[in-house]
């Protein structure tokens, strides 16, 4: 992150000018956290979690991943078709995390599955693994029906680790490939009323069908 600061300082022939340095400061650590909830997606589900739209028949629990169909459908503007929206409260603390790994490997146009930041299917903010042309890992902010892509860096590997942290005024999203590969910022944006607001997963095609199948594993919520 880029910071300016002007300070005031005499000429040499005795003017006054504003000089602005700028100083660089590196992203937040994100290796240092406290636990605040772990899905472990073995046997069942968790208490807490609740589904918008759910289909029964099209989601299981394999070894430590929930497996769930990429269903047609979106939330994109005023079309409020995704399924399967699992979804939990957010935790009490201003600052915290919600991080899940998702394996996906999406050919057709919108197949994504990712993080959904939800307070209703109008308002809302995701990070997902999209296809659009390539993978991509792509933030999205939605509210009253306005959606606007913020940011998407490119992906290559299948399975991608995602991060959407909630800090006081903004939240950031973050993208990782690998396990132990370094965090990179792929936007931010500001936060939703925090009134009803949830966290959870969703996987869908906007454009289509698939037989495809998202895999999501280690999902957890920690504070910073």
Request: hydrophobic share 35%; proline share 5%.
């Amino acid at each position: 992150m880029l910071f300016g600061n002007s300070t005031t300082q005499p000429w040499f022939d005795g003017m006054i000018t504003n000089l602005t340095t700028y100083t660089l400061e590196p992203l937040p650590r994100l290796d240092r956290t406290q636990s605040l909830f772990k899905e472990d997606f073995e046997g069942r589900l968790g208490e807490g979690w609740s589904w918008v739209r759910e289909q029964p028949q099209t989601w299981s629990l394999r070894n430590g991943t929930l497996v769930a169909r990429t269903l047609p459908g979106t939330l994109w503007g005023s079309t409020n078709t995704a399924k399967n929206l699992l979804l939990r409260q957010i935790p009490s603390q201003s600052d915290w995390a919600a991080e899940v790994r998702v394996s996906l490997h999406p050919t057709l146009d919108g197949e994504q599955a990712g993080l959904l930041l939800y307070s209703d299917d109008d308002n809302y903010i995701k990070l997902v693994k999209e296809n659009k042309d390539r993978a991509y890992a792509i933030l999205v902010r939605e509210q009253n029906q306005s959606a606007k892509t913020i940011g998407r860096l490119p992906v290559a590997e299948d399975g991608v680790e995602l991060r959407l942290a909630s800090r006081t005024g903004v939240v950031q999203a973050y993208m990782r490939e690998g396990t132990a590969g370094e965090w990179r910022l792929v936007g931010e944006c500001e936060p939703l009323p925090r009134t009803g607001l949830r966290i959870g997963l969703l996987t869908h095609v906007s454009s289509g069908e698939t037989d495809r199948s998202a895999e999501f594993s280690r999902f957890r919520i920690v504070q910073p």
